[in-house]
């Protein structure tokens, strides 16, 4: 069974620094398209960042460009999302979910159950 599971959230202040994790079980994740989303209250889920197969190449939205940085450890199974200069409108219930392709176009499935993220003073 295809599951993947999120941690590294929490509470943090603007400025600061968090790593997400995204562990995967019952696939290798080297084998496909990871990505991930967040969800802010009151607003949709939207992708964010894309890591894909083989050559690692990625894809991040504008809106976190520069600042996030997404990467893959194989032996652990786990896709990773380091998130510098955190902001205030950062805060959002972050998640990972597979990918058919990695581009600006996101679609997501086998989701995670969501890490929350927080950026207050």
């Known amino acids: 069974q295809v599951q993947l599971a999120e941690s590294g959230g929490g509470l943090v202040q603007p400025g600061g620094s968090l790593r997400l994790s995204c562990a995967a079980s019952?696939?290798?994740?080297?084998?496909?398209?990871i990505a991930w989303f967040r969800q802010a209250p009151g607003q949709t889920r939207l992708g964010i960042s894309c890591?894909?197969?083989?050559?690692?190449?990625?894809f991040y939205a504008a809106s976190v460009k520069g600042r996030f940085t997404i990467s893959r450890d194989n032996a652990k199974n786990t896709v990773y999302l380091q998130m510098n200069n955190l902001r205030p409108e950062d805060t959002a219930i972050y998640y990972c979910?597979?990918?058919?392709?990695?581009?600006?176009?996101?679609?997501?499935?086998?989701w995670g159950q969501g890490t929350q993220v927080t950026v207050s003073s």
């Open positions: 979910a597979t990918e058919d392709r990695c581009g600006r176009v996101f679609k997501g499935k086998n």
């Open positions: 019952g696939f290798a994740l080297d084998q496909s398209v």
């Open positions: 890591i894909n197969i083989n050559d690692d190449t990625t």
